[in-house]
Structure formats: C-alpha cells, structure tokens
T-cell receptor, first 111, second 111 residues
Framework: DVKVTQSSRYLVKRTGEKVFLECVQDMDHENMFWYRQDPGLGLRLIYFSYDVKMKEKGDIPEGYSVSREKKERFSLILESASTNQTSMYLC??????????FGEGSRLTVL | RKEVEQDPGPFNVPEGATVAFNCTYSNSASQSFFWYRQDCRKEPKLLMSVYSSGNEDGRFTAQLNRASQYISLLIRDSKLSDSATYLCVVNRMDSSYKLIFGSGTRLLVRP
C-alpha cells in the first residue's frame, strides 16, 4: 500500500510565524503535490514537484514555498503565516498515470 | 464556468438503491479522469480511474462521454458505508500533472 505521511495532523500558529509542513511518501513516486482544501472551494493546488529540486507553481502559490531535497520528502513552508492560510493542507504523491495518494492532512489554524 | 462541475447534492437514498452522479468538464483536451471518495474530515481516496471504454469495479461503474464532456459514476445496491462525498477529477490540458478537482457530490445512504 502507498503510504503518504504528513508530520502534523493539527497545528495552531500565530500570525507572522514560520510554518513547516512535512510530507514523506514510501512508493518512490516522482510527483508530489501540496493542496489546500476549504469549504465551498474544494481542493486547490499550491505547488507540485515532478523531481528532486524541481518545483512548479500551482493555482495559489502566493504566501507559500516548497522544498524537495530528497525524492521521498516534499515540504511546504509558510514564511509568515496569515489568518487566511487557516485551512486543511493535503500532501499527495502520484503514479505515472496520475492516480493521487493523499496523506491524512494537516489542519492548520492561524490566530 | 468552472473547469469541473458537480451537483453538490446531497443525494439522500435508501440502502439498496442505485444512484448516479454526473460531472461535467470544460476542457475538451482533458485525457485523465478519476473518481475519488472523501469521508468527513478525512483525506480523499482514489475510487477508480475512468477509461474511455467505461469500467466497472464491483458495485461501481464509471463512464466517460467525450462528446458531451462528462463523466458519470453509478453505484448499485447502495450500502450505508457508501455515504461520503464523491469528487470528480480531471487533468488540465497544459499539464498532465495538474488535476482539477470538482467540489464534490455528497451522498447519504439511509437505513
């Protein structure tokens, strides 16, 4: 079974803090993704990576950055958290044919 | 017009019923289509890929209609455990990596 593990299930941070969300997959997938999910807006792609050290912006990259130093690990960074970044963050990896496998999600609250 | 549109529901059906959902997509060049299932406060999980010729997996049947640009999901003999939100997913023309998620159709199966 594909396993995608996100480091934190629940986080509470203050405005302006730097936030790291870590994601690890164990299936040797090339592609990894970060989404956020908000009620009424569905899943929106923040960034994705198709290889180590390669990244591409998704639909809503503003306020976020990513790091992919190793194939199995894809990190999402909020340089200065803001209240509008309160959301559920979902990491995923995908097979070459596009099937996505998600982690359990990280629910971030920014106060 | 949204790139991927779904009826949000909820569809409220009795156990044993047959229920069908449609999902329309706007990009005629889309090549990859999927149905995901998401339980409340959980991550989405792949239910099935949708192939041009249609495909079946137990009680679930997926169809693709390229001419009318929609995909469908049919669930036969509904179980209580089928209660969930069903997400339609389509790839973007500009990148096979970029998948667009519909907002989901909520299904409630009652005893």
């Amino acid at each position: 079974d594909v396993k995608v593990t996100q480091s934190s299930r629940y986080l509470v941070k203050r405005t302006g803090e730097k936030v790291f969300l870590e994601c690890v997959q164990d299936m040797d997938h090339e592609n990894m993704f970060w989404y956020r999910q908000d009620p009424g807006l569905g899943l929106r792609l923040i960034y994705f990576s198709y290889d180590v050290k390669m990244k591409e912006k998704g639909d809503i990259p503003e306020g976020y950055s990513v790091s992919r130093e190793k194939k199995e690990r894809f990190s999402l960074i909020l340089e200065s958290a803001s209240t509008n970044q309160t959301s559920m963050y979902l990491c995923a990896s995908s097979t070459p044919t596009g099937e996505l496998f998600f982690g359990e999600g990280s629910r971030l609250t920014v106060l | 017009r949204k790139e991927v549109e779904q009826d949000p529901g909820p569809f409220n059906v009795p156990e044993g019923a047959t229920v069908a959902f449609n999902c329309t997509y706007s990009n005629s060049a889309s090549q990859s289509f999927f149905w995901y299932r998401q339980d409340c406060r959980k991550e989405p999980k792949l239910l099935m890929s949708v192939y041009s010729s249609g495909n079946e997996d137990g009680r679930f049947t997926a169809q693709l209609n390229r001419a009318s640009q929609y995909i469908s999901l049919l669930i036969r003999d509904s179980k209580l455990s089928d209660s969930a939100t069903y997400l339609c997913v389509v790839n973007r023309m500009d990148s096979s990596y970029k998948l667009i998620f519909g907002s989901g159709t909520r299904l409630l199966v009652r005893p």
